[in-house]
């Protein structure tokens, strides 16, 4: 139904920057919101950012805010993720997802991306 496909992620020291991107492709018209989640080895899948498609909302979880930035892209169906101030409690695999008006309601992410790579060292 919706496809996400993830750039490749990096390795950054403490203090730098990464620039992630997320692009969806298959029943794009059907994308309410576009977020990102991030899961260390041993651990859950937590909220990181997420923003709303038609308005371009931003939301973040209180550990990156100040930090992260999301923005949207909706002629290319892209969402990015602009990682600032690098720590290295960041360093996580990072999922794009899609919550899409089609399948369960509105504040469900119904789709993934494969994940990424995301490194921080001190």
């Known amino acids: 139904q919706v496809q996400l496909v993830e750039s490749e992620g990096g390795l950054a020291q403490a203090g730098g920057s990464l620039r992630l991107s997320c692009a969806a492709s298959?029943?794009?018209?059907?994308?309410?919101?576009m977020g990102w989640f991030r899961q260390a080895p041993g651990k859950k899948r937590r909220f990181v950012t997420s923003i709303t498609w038609s308005g371009g909302r931003p939301y973040y979880a209180d550990s990156v805010k100040g930090r992260f930035t999301i923005s949207r892209d909706n002629g290319n169906n892209t969402v990015y993720l602009q990682m600032n101030s690098l720590k290295p409690e960041d360093t996580a695999v990072y999922y794009c997802?899609?919550?899409?008006?089609?399948?369960?309601?509105?504040?469900?992410?119904?789709?993934w991306g494969q994940g990424t790579q995301v490194t921080v060292s001190s």
């Open positions: 997802a899609a919550d899409s008006s089609e399948v369960t309601g509105i504040g469900v992410y119904d789709y």
């Open positions: 298959g029943r794009t018209f059907s994308i309410a919101a």
